[in-house]
């Protein structure tokens, strides 16, 4: 099985420039700390998974900052013990604008060899305490309207998570022209009906 995917190159060649060091050491971290591990793309972005196929951690880049998460609830708890904590967006580190905001790598090296093993064990992050998610702000009655005319778009964005749907909604609501609205109402529509969510341009998708 190859280990190094050719898509995870294109992806970090893509990324905004600040963004490719931040990449480049997260990847080459993970190899450093399994020597086995395998890379693949899921839901356009990087991921990290073991030989067997199982999830390990994944990496994302945005407009202004990267997101790296570790797939094994375990490591929570030691990250925010060592100050490291999400601030609501993307993995379990917030958002990191520059390698200075990863953990050490003595540190980075031992939480992923103890994710993975984890990971290994039967453990996920779907086993980690559920929170009362944020409420969804209202959507705007003509983006429904909009949304139900399409059945493509309806599919797609009935399957996104709460965080991709309040991307859209938040983007349409807070328009403050009737014509800029409408203007992303559509653009929103044809985006969802292709599957992409709000930054799929930033998300390298």
């Known amino acids: 099985m190859v280990r190094m995917d050719a898509r995870v190159d294109a992806y970090i060649a893509k990324a905004q420039p600040f963004a490719q060091p931040i990449l480049n050491h997260i ?3 993970m190899h450093r700390a399994l020597p086995e591990v395998q890379e693949t793309i899921k839901w356009s972005m990087p991921f990290f998974t ?6 390990i951690a994944n990496m994302a880049a945005f407009k202004a900052h990267c997101s790296f998460g570790l ?3 375990s490591v929570r708890e030691q990250l925010k013990a060592a100050g490291f904590e999400s601030d609501g967006s993307m993995g379990t580190l917030g958002r ?3 390698v200075k905001d990863l953990p050490a790598d003595r540190m980075l090296l031992k ?6 093993a984890a990971v290994e064990g039967g453990e996920s992050l779907m086993k980690r305490k559920k929170t009362v ?3 969804l702000p209202e959507i705007h009655p003509e983006f429904a309207v909009a949304l139900k005319k399409n ?3 309806t599919k797609v964005y009935e399957a996104f998570s709460p965080s991709c749907k309040r991307e859209y909604v938040e983007w349409i609501n807070e328009a403050k022209r009737d014509a800029t609205r409408t203007t992303r109402i559509e653009q929103a529509v044809t985006w969802i009906a292709e599957g992409k969510q709000r930054n799929w341009k930033y998300q390298n998708c």
């Open 96 to 98: 990191i604008t520059s």
């Open 27 to 29: 990847r080459e971290t």
């Open 151 to 153: 059945k493509a778009a």
């Open 133 to 135: 998610p944020k409420a």
């Open 111 to 116: 939480l992923i060899k103890e994710a993975a």
């Open 71 to 73: 797939w094994a609830s």
């Open 50 to 55: 073991t030989p067997g196929g199982k999830i």
